[in-house]
């Protein structure tokens, strides 16, 4: 008696993602370092001049890391509490930081014992930054208010308190040393010129910000809260421009590339999402291991650093023109290799016996109710697997091995509504597929003949027979216009070609005349 032989699945072509320059330029990155920080990496900022160094603050300490570093270069350790929001100024010898103990500190970069200490606040302080002009500070706190400290003096110039909630982000603006913007978990955000006595202009988010972006010609401004990214026109009074949802969890940080052309924003839910500033959609997607806190970009975009709430700050770094371009047929081998492979190649001498192991073959579930000729509960477990793993490749083959078989129709009959609708669900999701088209339209004919009678008898059946008629009405439509354009370029090939002149046997000419023969007769 012949052997039963499993079902043979197909492998079938992958559908490869489009290639685009953002996806050669992002992907353009080594794997990523990771270095283990001593808490959550709240914030990350880069020095504005060479090297570039960058600032990780994390619970209490605050590290500076050179460009290529793995170690800090510099520690920050004077703080009782939870430090936040180290910023370089522009000349990258100082920096400040807020803690939660409600003191702001500011250090210099070659030292360690901060040069001044600013006390005003009563609750932490999780905004600071740097005034244009390098000699004022910007803070902005738990306690509602953001104030303006003069650098020298170490005293408070203003103090505003017009939001309702705490106060987590903060901008300064880079072209006029007046000018501030501020975020709170009140959904608003609220421009201040500092000779003013209130803000001079309010825009309502709709979330709790997180986090505010302002564009290098500051005509523009980017806020984050919620699972919500919304740029606004600041030139036009704070109109909103576009409110963009493509997060799944809460937005944490906004960053923008060295051409500011690229807009990236980091969330929760472990992804950066990359957008074109200029129609403001996803051109690319970064994947980490845990939700992220903190998102920094290297001028020239060398660097991409990234701060995670289990501790870990993530470096990658853009590879080199010479490690871009590769070695082309020369892949990297585990240090496993050697020992997987042990003895795969060893061929036996002439005087060698061979002992061969029967090998016990494992069946799948849809195999073996093959074999017992159990066709339905073999469409069944096919169509298991389909809804664990989403591979269609196996429920398509059974289908194709029923069809071989002439059970097919077996198989699809005798279903109550909610097995006949699972079944439509997978040729609704696939039929379309040019893989998969040949095999599934002879099943959903199939389907039609068998249960034609009941039609109209379950609602949810008739909805799914009515979008299989939308759908392939759709396709066929799309085939005839491929059909037309590919009947245009035919012509405009043809035309395209030279023009060959075809010589006649007995002629000296090549438009067929004899040389006895006069052109320009006319018939009589």
């Not at 920080?37 to 994390?58: C, K, L, M, Q, Y």
């Not at 075809?502 to 006319?522: D, F, Q």
Request: glycine content about 6%; some cysteine; overall charge positive.
């Amino acid at each position: 008696m012949a052997s039963f032989k499993p079902t043979k699945i197909q492998v079938y072509p992958k559908l490869g993602e489009k290639v685009t320059h953002d996806t050669l330029y992002w992907k353009n990155y080594k794997p990523p370092i990771q270095i283990k920080e001593f808490g959550a990496v709240s914030s990350i900022d880069f020095s504005p001049v060479a090297p570039h160094n960058f600032a990780v603050t994390a619970f209490t300490r605050i590290h500076i890391y050179g460009p290529y570093s793995r170690e800090p270069v510099k520690a920050l350790t004077g703080f009782k509490n939870t430090a936040y929001c180290a910023r370089f100024r522009a000349d990258g010898q100082l920096l400040v930081a807020g803690c939660e103990d409600s003191v702001v500190r500011l250090f210099d970069v070659g030292g360690k014992v901060a040069l001044r200490v600013f006390k005003g606040h009563t609750k932490a302080v999780q905004v600071t930054d740097f005034t244009s002009d390098r000699y004022q500070i910007f803070t902005g706190s738990d306690d509602y208010t953001c104030r303006l400290w003069d650098l020298p003096n170490a005293t408070e110039l203003n103090s505003y308190r017009e939001h309702t909630d705490y106060i987590r982000c903060g901008v300064t603006s880079k072209l006029n040393r007046d000018l501030f913007i501020t975020g709170s978990y009140d959904h608003t955000l609220k421009v201040f010129d500092a000779r003013a006595d209130k803000s001079v202009m309010t825009m309502d988010h709709g979330q709790p910000v997180e986090s505010l972006l302002l564009y290098p010609s500051e005509g523009l401004l980017v806020s984050a809260g919620g699972r919500y990214v919304k740029v606004w026109d600041l030139l036009k009074g704070g109109q909103p421009l576009v409110s963009l949802k493509n997060h799944h969890k809460t937005v944490t940080c906004l960053c923008l590339s060295s051409n500011g052309q690229r807009l990236l924003s980091a969330s929760l839910d472990r992804h950066v999402k990359v957008y074109n500033t200029t129609n403001f959609k996803v051109v690319h997607n970064l994947d980490y291991a845990a939700s992220i806190l903190s998102l920094a970009l290297a001028p020239d975009d060398e660097s991409i650093v990234v701060g995670m709430t289990n501790n870990i700050l993530s470096i990658r770094h853009r590879k080199s023109p010479e490690e871009s371009k590769g070695v082309p047929g020369q892949q990297r081998r585990r240090p496993s290799y050697r020992v997987s492979v042990k003895g795969k190649n060893y061929a036996p001498k002439q005087e060698d016996y061979l002992v061969s192991k029967p090998v016990k073959e494992y069946l799948a579930q849809y195999d073996k109710q093959l074999k017992k000729f159990n066709v339905s509960r073999a469409l069944d477990a096919a169509l298991e697997i389909w809804r664990r793993k989403r591979n269609p490749e196996v429920m398509v083959a059974v289908i194709k091995e029923l069809d071989r078989r002439g059970t097919l129709k077996n198989a699809l009959a005798g279903r109550d509504e909610q097995g006949l609708a699972s079944l439509l669900h997978f040729i609704l999701g696939n039929v379309v597929d040019p893989r998969f088209a040949p095999v599934l339209v002879t099943a959903a004919e199939m389907i039609l003949d068998v249960y034609k009678q009941v039609v109209g008898q379950s609602p949810l059946v008739d909805r799914q027979l009515l979008r299989l008629q939308e759908l392939l009405e759709k396709e066929i439509g799309y085939q005839q216009d491929l059909m037309e354009v590919l009947g245009m370029l035919d012509t405009m090939f043809a035309s395209s070609l030279p023009k060959m002149s075809v010589p006649c046997p007995g002629s000296t000419r090549a438009n067929g005349l004899t040389a006895g023969e006069v052109g320009t007769s006319r018939p009589t």
